[in-house]
């Protein structure tokens, strides 16, 4: 297969293109600072909500720990980044976050993942809260109060660069052999394991693929938002990007990326009320549950609406 | 020794509101193999009407009490009404998904109504302290005990006694077949979170008196522990969740007191991963091999 296929042109120009609008805006001054940082939290979100569908979505194993992982790159990219203030640091930066953060998503994997379901949701949630008070008591960390005072190299481009490129890096995983036998696990565990998948590794991949790509938003974010606490990376962070994995639809990446954007533009009206955007967001999720437990787009992706195959005609797929 | 002494005597008292609460998560576990999150929350709310049955109403322990517990059953009622009864047939990973929703819900729909800031509770109960030798045991921590004994007694007796109680132990083993016994499953299962949320309800009261704060969050980490709670005592075992609350309860006074209070929540944690990696059923759960 051709790499530079119509499809691919077409794609790759309307990135470029909406990256050029979105700078040209930028540069010219008609985007001000609070567009700007709802664009960057829509870049971050897009990131973790991949990320946490690959695990989640597409592999079936049910994770609520994804903040842990974010906050792993967040502290280890804050830390190289304010000894190097320099582009090279920060990016030297993001890529120990992403893999510190890939390997202790390993090592978390290999016990927790034997865990099915529920167990599981409580093993990664409970990872997540010892990473948390890891944090919270480390020197290095400064504990409660955080690091402040990181440099700031995040921007636009950068964000553009590592959400694409992380969109596309899962897209193409998932095509992959490795990718098809996650989406197996998912569909049936057993059957997978019974066709002569090695369930166990699959799972762990996926998991350290999803950490990663955590760690990378998390460094993102560090770099972006000048002060990380530990408490910014808790429990509710994790349901945040939970929630939007859940509206776009579990296993598929389209939906995260809408969902991603369609959150992060109501959270932007609903700004002025904390507590109520707390409200629609849980009402919102059982309400989704409740009618729509697929999510928006159920397991289909935006080109399969367009594509001449019957996207409703899929057989039910179910994760557990 | 005097001060290990101490420690346990306040290990077994926070264990037992733990209990209290693993009660409710380990009933509703074994009956619809779910992990009702909103739990946690039903305690947060339990602890608020007690707060406004003895604040605004002036009542005493006891009236607040029943009244929490009586609110707190209703609330469980109309949850599982609500939230759950819809998803009775979907994946169990929508139903933990909505939990979730639930439990974010109650504890923004309360901040909005009450606000955000901690309230203080009144004082019920009087000061005084009681001295064994060095240990201490204050007038709450016996209330805290006495109270926790006295409904795990009564649990006992109604679901190994009674009609209802056989119906739901009915209903956990096999649904269908319950059914079919002309066991009404719905209404079992609303017993089963009316129970369960009632003793949520007088957890909610206990931790008011011996904390003396309550806060819209508060239900979040008891409610993640009590859950360890019953994941250790074997999920689904009644007896298992009295004998986990306790052990997490004592485990946490420990490293507080022994260690640093700051790893407080980190070990109950670690505890619970050791569990689920080395007996993945608890210690009283029973084994049940995967099927095609």
């Keep these: 297969m051709k790499a530079l296929t119509k499809k691919n042109l077409l794609i790759l120009g309307s990135i470029l293109l909406s990256f050029a609008i979105v700078q040209g805006l930028i540069m010219a001054g008609l985007l001000n600072a609070f567009y700007e940082i709802t664009l960057a939290t829509i870049c971050i979100n897009i990131i973790l909500a991949v990320s946490l569908n690959l695990v989640t979505g597409f592999t079936g194993q049910f994770s609520l720990g994804h903040a842990g992982f974010m906050s792993i790159g967040a502290y280890v990219c804050a830390i190289i980044n304010m000894e190097m203030r320099s582009t090279s640091g920060f990016l030297l930066g993001i890529f120990a976050g992403a893999i510190a953060a890939g390997l202790v998503g390993i090592l978390i994997g290999i016990p927790t993942l034997r865990l099915k379901g529920d167990y599981l949701a409580i093993a990664t949630l409970g990872m997540a809260e010892i990473i948390r008070v890891l944090f919270l008591n480390m020197e290095i960390t400064n504990g409660a109060a955080g690091l402040s005072g990181i440099p700031r190299f995040t921007n636009w481009p950068w964000l553009c660069l590592f959400t694409v490129a992380t969109v596309v890096l899962i897209n193409n995983f998932l095509h992959s052999s490795p990718g098809r036998a996650c989406i197996s696990i998912r569909e049936d565990e057993i059957a997978a394991e019974s066709m002569g998948i090695n369930t166990t590794k699959y799972k762990v991949m996926a998991f350290a693929i999803g950490a990663f790509f955590a760690g990378t938003a998390g460094a ?44 992060a533009i109501l959270t932007t009206f609903l700004q002025s009320f904390t507590a109520v955007r707390m409200i629609v967001y849980a009402a919102l999720l059982v309400i989704i549950m409740i009618f729509r437990p697929k999510g928006l787009m159920g397991t289909t992706e935006i080109n399969d609406l367009f594509s001449r195959r019957p996207f409703f005609g899929k057989k039910d797929e179910r994760i557990e | 020794m005097d001060q290990f002494l101490q420690q346990m005597v306040n290990g077994i008292s926070l264990g037992s509101i733990y209990a209290l609460i693993a009660l409710g998560y380990t009933m509703v576990y074994g009956i619809i193999k779910l992990i009702n999150f909103a739990h946690g929350d039903v305690y947060m709310i339990g602890a608020y009407v007690g707060f406004a049955a003895t604040t605004y109403a002036q009542l005493g322990f006891f009236a607040a009490m029943v009244i929490s517990m009586v609110s707190c059953a209703l609330l469980g009622i109309i949850i599982e009404r609500i939230a759950y009864k819809p998803l009775r047939t979907s994946t169990r990973i929508a139903v933990l998904i909505t939990a979730i929703g639930v439990s974010l819900l109650l504890e923004y729909v309360m901040m909005f109504f009450v606000g955000a ?13 009681f001295n064994f ?38 209903v956990s083993i096999d649904p269908d077949a319950a059914q079919l016994m002309g066991i009404k499953v719905d209404r079992t299962i609303s017993i089963t979170f009316a129970i369960g949320s009632a003793f949520a309800g007088a957890a909610g009261v206990l931790v008011g008196i011996y904390y003396n704060s309550i806060n819209p969050l508060m239900g979040i980490m008891p409610g993640l522990k009590a859950f360890v709670a019953a994941v250790f005592g074997g999920i689904g075992s009644i007896p298992g969740a009295m004998i986990g609350g306790l052990s997490i309860g004592v485990l946490e006074t420990l490293v507080s007191g022994y260690g640093n209070s700051m790893y407080r929540d980190a070990a109950v944690f670690a505890f619970l991963i050791i569990i689920l990696i080395l007996k993945p059923t608890g210690l009283l759960g029973k084994n049940t091999r995967e099927k095609v």
Aim: aromatic share 10%; glycine share 8%.
């Design chain 1, 220 to 263: 993102l974010y560090s770099s972006y938002f000048y002060i990380i606490q530990p408490g910014r990376f808790d429990f509710l962070k994790s349901i945040d990007i939970l929630v939007i994995v859940v509206l776009g639809g579990l296993g598929s990446m389209t939906g995260s990326i809408f969902a991603a954007i369609l959150l």
């Design chain 2, 117 to 129: 800031e901690v309230k203080s509770y009144p004082q019920l109960l009087s000061q005084k302290v």
């Design chain 2, 133 to 170: 030798g060095a240990v201490q045991i204050n007038m709450q921590q016996i209330y805290i005990i006495a109270t926790a004994v006295a409904l795990m007694v009564l649990l006992q007796y109604i679901v190994h006694r009674t009609k209802t109680g056989k119906a739901m132990r009915a």
